[in-house]
């Protein structure tokens, strides 16, 4: 590994825009190496290897309880590790340069917040000029598809447009990684394609490097630029073309699935029962 980064080991063995997108050439921002998870006495996950990009789009995704959202507290500095290390490099920082999107958001139900207001939230200690974090809040709400609303009572939104809120809340700091819990987990189809699109352009335009934590293998499979598949203690973690073959799936989920892709780039599951395979 390259030196220069930020470490998290254990001893045991094992202006108004943001980043342009023709910028800098593909950089490390995260590795994780021989990475053990776990609560308590019981450990969640082991022997996690891979690297993160800059620029990559990382989906996480596995059965309940496999260790995805594991990974995701360990890389926002929550949880230690209990093996192996977890490595930050190309300037990336916890509490400065990574972003989080939790599953909910949680409101006051009496207390009424306007958009501009709720999405501000996301400066906490940032120390930002009052022009540059009028700026950076606009930029934001314009950049989740909210413009005009920034006077709205966020209650009033929809749930869809909360989510993308939440997006809004965490972009104002400029994050070089942004980490989403499940996201989509609570939205109605229309609504979960609203907040994908608005990623996957993020993505495209300002070259934002993701960690996504989901369930759903065709939204990984139309938007991913990689795969981690987290299943029985351990995780398969690679590109999305060789991650999203039919030997992986069978390990993973114990069905036989295939996935394939439409020349507009939607994802469509094949399954069969293992009845059926019998």
């Not at 609203?194 to 335009?205: F, K, P």
Request: hydrophobic letters at 40%; one cysteine or more.
């Amino acid at each position: 590994m390259r030196g220069g980064g930020n470490t998290h080991a254990t001893d045991g063995g094992g202006s108004s825009s943001p980043r342009s997108e023709g910028a800098a050439t593909r950089q490390r921002l995260l590795e994780a190496e021989g990475l053990a998870l776990g609560y308590g006495h019981r450990v969640v996950v082991r022997d996690i290897d891979l690297v993160v990009e800059r620029g990559d789009f990382w989906f996480l995704l596995g059965p309940n309880g496999a260790g995805k959202s594991t990974f995701a507290r360990a890389v926002l500095g929550f949880l230690a590790p209990r093996e192996g290390r977890l490595r930050y490099e190309g300037g990336l920082r916890l509490g400065h340069s990574i972003g989080f999107v939790p599953q909910h958001c949680a409101l006051h139900p009496t207390l009424s917040t306007t958009l501009r207001e709720f999405v501000s939230l996301g400066f906490g200690a940032l120390r930002v000029g009052a022009a540059e974090r009028e700026e950076r809040v606009a930029w934001a709400i314009d950049a989740v598809g909210l413009g005009g609303r920034a006077s709205s009572d966020v209650h009033d939104l929809s749930g869809g447009m909360r989510q993308r809120a939440m997006v809004a809340r965490a972009l104002v700091r400029r994050p070089e990684l942004l980490i989403l819990d499940e996201p989509t987990s609570s939205l109605d189809p229309a609504s979960q394609e609203a907040l994908l699109l608005v990623l996957a352009r993020l993505h495209r335009e300002t070259r934002l490097t993701l960690l996504f934590v989901c369930h759903d293998v065709a939204v990984a499979a139309r938007y991913a630029s990689h795969v981690a598949f987290f299943h029985d203690g351990i995780v398969e973690a690679g590109g999305r073309e060789l991650l999203m073959h039919p030997d992986v799936l069978r390990r993973v989920y114990g069905l036989d699935i295939c996935v394939s892709l439409d020349a507009s780039g939607h994802a469509t599951l094949r399954i069969e029962s293992p009845e059926a395979v019998a």
